[in-house]
């Protein structure tokens, strides 16, 4: 088992930022595979963002159609972490979020499934209050 540990959650008002940060515990980054989900209450998880290795040093990333625009996921493989940042966040981000990664690479077709990833950290709350 894999420790993923995410940090940076906390209350925030609307239109306000955050900056989600997941680092695999006592590794470096072998994943060419990690995404963030969020569940926020009553609802199922939900992918988030997510980002694959294509080729070479090349990632191609993919996000929710309720953040596209808003969020974006990035990593630093130097430092094993990866990153959210959300900018204009709303009332309806209000979630508990979860680092996941994925054992073997994804696909760009792939990389939306929850059941594909292997490691999932124990999350961190985001709430925005309006």
């Known amino acids: 088992q894999v420790p993923l540990v995410e940090s940076g959650g906390g209350l925030v008002q609307a239109g306000g930022s955050l900056r989600l940060s997941c680092a695999a515990s006592?590794?470096?980054?072998?994943?060419?595979?990690m995404g963030w989900f969020r569940q926020a209450p009553g609802k199922e998880r939900e992918l988030v963002a997510a980002?694959?290795?294509?080729?070479?040093?090349?990632?191609?990333?993919r996000y929710a159609d309720s953040v596209e625009g808003r969020f974006t996921i990035s990593r630093n493989n130097a430092k094993s972490t990866l990153y959210l940042l959300m900018n204009s966040l709303k009332p309806e981000d209000t979630a508990v979020y979860y680092c996941?990664?994925?054992?073997?690479?994804?696909?760009?077709?792939?990389?939306?499934?929850?059941?594909?990833?292997?490691?999932w950290g124990q999350g961190t709350r985001v709430t925005v209050s309006s």
């Open positions: 996941a990664a994925s054992a073997h690479g994804l696909t760009t077709a792939t990389i939306i499934r929850e059941n594909e990833y292997d490691y």
């Open positions: 006592g590794r470096t980054f072998s994943f060419d595979t």
């Open positions: 980002i694959t290795r294509i080729g070479g040093s090349t990632y191609y990333a």
